[in-house]
């Protein structure tokens, strides 16, 4: 049996995901969606042109680690693409958020990072040649950022560590891609609050053609993927200015 695997499948990037997925794969059998909020996910089966199997629980939590891994010894599964697109947002100083809530920082590192990297674990023995991971960074992630310090390092982490396994499953024929976009208009923002910043506002990208180029990024075997010329010039740089250069400056704005 060929399956798809993706996570935050509820809503947003996740979501899209499932929608685009079985037109990537024609030859998937299923697609399993991991997610907390089972409603949302019984109305997605009925978009879908795949058949779904649901795991509905928390990432942060241990039992929908152990009904996967419960899926995975039953069905022997041909997992063809893992996409990793749970994951949270809090703008704000560390010191602010903290005070708002002690919980969201720790939590925004251990869904961002340990959840993503605790599939990459589980799924990769039923992972082949010509199977591919998807993994959801962020434009954030190519330096740090003033008032999102713990988003902005847990989605560099989602970058280096998909680079890292792009090349060392290279010889397994394992397709790893990190998915780098800016603002996209999801529900994202309700979590980390709204957006402000007029330039970001301009750049904000449509979450079916982020995850179209995704795809197709993947398709042709790249280690990373960035939707938008903007969002491009931003990769070049943070690659040429000493980053205390850009926090000086995002501290002006």
């Known amino acids: 049996m060929k399956i798809a695997v993706i996570t935050g499948a509820s809503s947003g990037m996740g979501r899209e995901f499932v929608r685009q997925a079985g037109y990537f794969y ?26 779904l199997r649901i795991f509905d629980g928390d990432l942060l939590k241990k039992q929908v680690y152990r009904q996967y891994h419960s899926g995975l010894k039953e069905k022997k599964p041909d997992i063809r693409m893992l996409v990793n697109a749970a994951g949270f947002g809090k703008s704000g100083t560390f010191s602010e958020i903290a005070s708002e809530d002690k919980k969201l920082q720790p939590d925004m590192i251990d869904l961002n990072c340990r959840a993503l990297t605790r599939m990459i674990q ?37 970058l280096s560590l998909s680079r890292a396994l792009s090349s ?47 795809l197709k990024d993947s398709r042709k075997r790249r280690e990373v993927s960035v939707y938008g010329a903007s969002m491009k010039a931003a990769r070049i740089g943070a690659r040429l200015l000493p980053h205390r250069l850009i926090l000086r400056a995002e501290e002006l704005l």
């Open 122 to 158: 589980l799924s990769l023995p039923r992972m082949s040649k010509g199977s591919r991971i998807i993994n959801l960074a962020s434009a954030a992630a190519f330096c740090p950022q003033n008032g999102f310090a713990v988003y902005a390092a847990t989605k560099a982490y989602v």
């Open 26 to 51: 024609r030859s998937l059998d299923e697609i399993w969606v991991i997610a907390r909020r089972k409603e949302r996910l019984e109305s997605l089966r009925k978009e879908c042109r795949v058949p």
């Open 168 to 214: 060392e499953l290279r010889s397994r024929g394992i397709i790893v891609t990190a998915v780098c976009p800016g603002p996209v208009d999801t529900e994202f923002f309700q979590v980390s609050g709204e957006l402000t910043d007029p330039l970001k506002k301009l750049t904000m990208a449509k979450a079916p053609a982020v995850v179209h180029k995704a």
